[in-house]
């Protein structure tokens, strides 16, 4: 089900409250590579992403409560029109596939490189992000 946002100033701060919990996730995941959490890492690397791309949806006013749709969504609406690169889709979707394997797998093995892996997906789709609302939508 899609929520709906009430105003622009709303889907901004929406939009930046994200943006800064993404960041937040990613320094997370840096932290729990270096401390050998490597699960952890993963997730907050995963959630790096996904609340970036989220903070993307906000300024369109768009909102789900679905993982799947936030990621159908932002392919369709920034990936397909070419505001993003589409390779940047399949790291999107690898860094989901991880996470949830991850999370959820009780024997899933995790190795570092991997992890790396991740955490570097997350780097780029979060400068990414940012620098798109920045440059794009004004977002301070």
Same mark, same amino acid.
């Given at each position: 089900?899609?929520? !709906?946002? #009430?105003?622009?100033?709303?889907? @901004? !701060? ?5 943006? !800064?919990?993404?960041? !937040?996730?990613?320094?997370?995941? @840096?932290?729990?590579? %270096?401390?050998? =959490? ?9 959630? %790096? $992403?996904?609340?970036?791309?989220? %903070?993307?949806? /906000?300024?369109?006013?768009?909102? =789900?409560?679905?993982?799947?749709? &936030?990621?159908?969504?932002? #392919? *369709?609406? =920034?990936?397909?029109?070419?505001? =993003?690169?589409?390779? $940047?889709? @399949?790291?999107?979707? *690898? /860094?989901?596939? &991880?996470?949830? /394997? ?9 190795? $570092? ?7 570097? /997906? ?6 990414? &992000? ?11």
């Amino acid at each position: 089900m899609q929520h !709906e946002l #009430n105003d622009a100033g709303g889907a @901004k !701060e929406l939009a930046g409250y994200r943006l !800064e919990a993404a960041k !937040e996730d990613l320094a997370a995941a @840096k932290n729990c590579l %270096a401390q050998g =959490f490597y699960r952890t890492a993963n997730n907050r690397a995963y959630y %790096a $992403i996904f609340r970036s791309i989220s %903070a993307c949806l /906000a300024l369109e006013f768009k909102s =789900f409560k679905q993982h799947s749709q &936030v990621m159908g969504a932002f #392919n *369709k609406d =920034f990936v397909h029109t070419g505001i =993003f690169p589409k390779e $940047i889709s @399949k790291k999107i979707n *690898k /860094a989901q596939e &991880v996470r949830h /394997a991850s999370d959820y797998d009780d024997f899933y093995i995790i190795r $570092i490189e991997e992890v790396r892996e991740q955490i570097s /997906a997350a780097e780029e789709v979060v400068t990414m &992000v940012e620098k798109y609302l920045r440059e794009m939508r004004g977002l301070t």
